[in-house]
């Protein structure tokens, strides 16, 4: 939503935008029951929108961030309930 505004959209159509880009991406994924990644793949023109989207999120390392942040949830949730968290493969701590 952030950066739609930042490119001069109002913010409710961006959240509009945002909003109806995931649910139509959950709502075809879940028709259609293919893996994300064969989704991804018959969705990506070679040189097109989603592939520099995507070339863009790979550099800044999006999969690692994203997967350090659900690691992150999952200590908070275990240690919120008393528990010991299991460690995260490859990490220091």
Do not use: C
Request: glycine share 12%.
């Amino acid at each position: 939503m952030d950066a739609g505004v930042h490119m001069g959209l109002p913010r409710d159509m961006a959240r509009t935008m945002v909003e109806q880009t995931m649910l139509g991406a959950v709502q075809y994924g879940q028709a259609t029951g293919l893996h994300p990644a064969v989704l991804r793949n018959d969705i990506t023109s070679p040189g097109g929108t989603t592939a520099a989207a995507m070339y863009t999120a790979e550099r800044g390392n999006f999969r690692t961030v994203i997967a350090d942040a659900v690691w992150a949830a999952y200590r908070k949730s275990v240690a919120m309930g008393g528990g010991e968290a299991v460690r995260h493969p490859g990490s220091l701590s």
